[in-house]
Nanobody, 116 residues
Framework: QVQLVESGGGLVQAGGSLRLSCAAS????????MGWYRQAPGKQRELVAI???????NYTDSVKGRFTISRDNAKNTAYLQMNSLKPEDTAVYYC??????????WGQGTQVTVSS
Protein backbone atom coordinates (compact mmCIF):
# COMPACT_ATOMS: atom_id res chain seq x y z
CA GLN A 1 0.00 0.00 0.00
CA VAL A 2 1.27 3.46 -0.96
CA GLN A 3 0.33 6.73 0.65
CA LEU A 4 1.11 10.30 -0.40
CA VAL A 5 1.28 12.89 2.37
CA GLU A 6 1.34 16.56 1.43
CA SER A 7 2.47 19.51 3.49
CA GLY A 8 3.55 23.11 3.12
CA GLY A 9 0.34 24.88 2.20
CA GLY A 10 -0.81 28.02 3.91
CA LEU A 11 -1.63 31.68 3.59
CA VAL A 12 0.83 34.01 1.92
CA GLN A 13 0.77 37.52 0.53
CA ALA A 14 1.11 38.16 -3.18
CA GLY A 15 4.74 38.02 -4.20
CA GLY A 16 5.61 35.58 -1.46
CA SER A 17 6.79 31.99 -1.64
CA LEU A 18 5.78 28.57 -0.42
CA ARG A 19 7.24 25.12 -0.83
CA LEU A 20 4.96 22.12 -0.97
CA SER A 21 6.18 18.63 -0.15
CA CYS A 22 4.74 15.27 -1.12
CA ALA A 23 6.19 12.24 0.60
CA ALA A 24 5.41 8.81 -0.79
CA SER A 25 5.59 5.91 1.63
CA UNK A 26 4.82 2.23 1.56
CA UNK A 27 5.88 -0.57 -0.75
CA UNK A 28 7.63 1.36 -3.51
CA UNK A 29 10.03 -0.08 -6.03
CA UNK A 30 9.51 2.40 -8.85
CA UNK A 31 8.10 5.89 -9.26
CA UNK A 32 7.21 6.54 -12.88
CA UNK A 33 6.42 10.20 -12.33
CA MET A 34 5.17 12.64 -9.76
CA GLY A 35 3.23 15.79 -10.31
CA TRP A 36 1.18 18.55 -8.83
CA TYR A 37 -2.37 19.50 -9.72
CA ARG A 38 -4.55 22.27 -8.36
CA GLN A 39 -8.21 23.06 -8.18
CA ALA A 40 -9.43 26.59 -7.59
CA PRO A 41 -12.95 27.36 -6.39
CA GLY A 42 -15.42 26.81 -9.20
CA LYS A 43 -12.71 25.58 -11.56
CA GLN A 44 -11.65 22.25 -13.00
CA ARG A 45 -8.63 20.51 -11.60
CA GLU A 46 -5.60 21.34 -13.71
CA LEU A 47 -2.09 20.04 -14.07
CA VAL A 48 0.51 22.40 -12.61
CA ALA A 49 3.79 20.54 -13.03
CA ILE A 50 5.07 17.03 -13.63
CA UNK A 51 8.46 15.36 -13.26
CA UNK A 52 9.07 11.98 -14.79
CA UNK A 53 11.66 9.36 -13.90
CA UNK A 54 14.05 10.68 -16.54
CA UNK A 55 14.09 14.16 -15.01
CA UNK A 56 11.91 15.77 -17.64
CA UNK A 57 9.64 18.51 -16.35
CA ASN A 58 6.55 20.14 -17.74
CA TYR A 59 4.65 23.16 -16.44
CA THR A 60 1.42 24.84 -17.24
CA ASP A 61 2.07 28.19 -18.88
CA SER A 62 0.72 30.27 -16.02
CA VAL A 63 3.42 29.08 -13.59
CA LYS A 64 6.46 28.89 -15.86
CA GLY A 65 9.34 30.85 -14.43
CA ARG A 66 7.73 30.99 -10.99
CA PHE A 67 7.25 27.36 -9.91
CA THR A 68 9.81 24.57 -9.82
CA ILE A 69 9.10 20.89 -9.34
CA SER A 70 11.83 18.64 -7.99
CA ARG A 71 12.23 15.25 -6.37
CA ASP A 72 14.49 13.64 -3.81
CA ASN A 73 14.63 10.02 -4.90
CA ALA A 74 16.25 8.87 -1.66
CA LYS A 75 13.29 10.22 0.29
CA ASN A 76 10.60 9.43 -2.31
CA THR A 77 9.53 13.02 -1.94
CA ALA A 78 8.48 15.59 -4.52
CA TYR A 79 8.53 19.33 -3.99
CA LEU A 80 6.87 22.30 -5.57
CA GLN A 81 8.71 25.55 -4.96
CA MET A 82 6.30 28.41 -5.63
CA ASN A 83 7.71 31.91 -5.96
CA SER A 84 6.14 35.22 -6.90
CA LEU A 85 2.75 33.91 -5.89
CA LYS A 86 -0.34 35.58 -7.26
CA PRO A 87 -3.91 35.59 -5.96
CA GLU A 88 -4.92 33.47 -8.95
CA ASP A 89 -2.65 30.73 -7.63
CA THR A 90 -5.10 30.22 -4.78
CA ALA A 91 -6.29 26.62 -4.92
CA VAL A 92 -6.13 23.25 -3.29
CA TYR A 93 -2.94 21.60 -4.51
CA TYR A 94 -2.85 17.85 -4.96
CA CYS A 95 0.14 15.60 -5.38
CA UNK A 96 -0.15 12.72 -7.84
CA UNK A 97 2.23 9.85 -8.35
CA UNK A 98 2.35 6.89 -10.68
CA UNK A 99 4.08 4.12 -8.78
CA UNK A 100 5.09 0.49 -9.20
CA UNK A 101 2.93 -1.20 -11.83
CA UNK A 102 1.66 2.14 -13.17
CA UNK A 103 -0.88 2.61 -10.39
CA UNK A 104 -2.05 6.14 -9.65
CA UNK A 105 -2.04 7.65 -6.17
CA TRP A 106 -3.27 11.02 -4.95
CA GLY A 107 -2.46 13.06 -1.91
CA GLN A 108 -5.11 14.54 0.32
CA GLY A 109 -4.64 18.09 -0.95
CA THR A 110 -3.21 21.15 0.74
CA GLN A 111 -4.73 24.62 0.65
CA VAL A 112 -2.71 27.49 -0.78
CA THR A 113 -4.22 30.93 -0.34
CA VAL A 114 -2.56 34.04 -1.77
CA SER A 115 -3.85 37.39 -0.59
CA SER A 116 -3.58 40.60 -2.56
Amino acid sequence: QVQLVESGGGLVQAGGSLRLSCAASGSIFRIVYMGWYRQAPGKQRELVAILNRFGTTNYTDSVKGRFTISRDNAKNTAYLQMNSLKPEDTAVYYCKAVINLDREYWGQGTQVTVSS
